[in-house]
Nanobody, 120 residues
Framework: QVQLVESGGGLVQAGGSLIVSCAAS????????MGWFRQAPGKEREFLAA????????YYTDSVKGRFTVSRNNALNTVWLQMNSLKPEDTAVYYC?????????????WGQGTQVTVSS
């Protein structure tokens, strides 16, 4: 079992940057790949990025490739999503998840989400 808590969301102007964090409890954090998702109002949850168990490999969807960076520190049980060049359409609740895979990431555990709002 893994419990995940996101933090770091907030309001940022278009073109700005923000880092959201995801802290995990439990001793098995490094057994899971970690993924980031988002859900905007009225839309389905969208997969954004994933990082392998040891952090050596990452995957990004086209919507965030080149703007977002996922990283992790297994000693701190934490994964981050660095978001640059933010756009109003990036406004959403951002979720981290623990699971398996990269491009075919499968979530097993979810965090509660953190709101990111990008103003124009």
């Amino acid at each position: 079992q893994v419990q995940l808590v996101e933090s770091g969301g907030g309001l940022v102007q278009a073109g700005g940057s923000l880092i959201v964090s995801c802290a995990a409890s439990g001793r098995t954090f490094n057994s899971y790949a970690m993924g980031w998702f988002r859900q905007a109002p009225g839309k389905e949850r969208e997969f954004l990025a994933a990082i392998s168990e040891n952090g050596a490999s990452t995957y990004y969807t086209d919507s965030v490739k080149g703007r977002f960076t996922v990283s992790r520190n297994n000693a701190l049980n934490t994964v981050w999503l660095q978001m640059n060049s933010l756009k109003p359409e990036d406004t959403a609740v951002y979720y981290c998840a623990a699971g398996d895979g990269l491009a075919n990431f499968w979530a097993r555990y979810w965090g509660q989400g953190t709101q990111v709002t990008v103003s124009s």
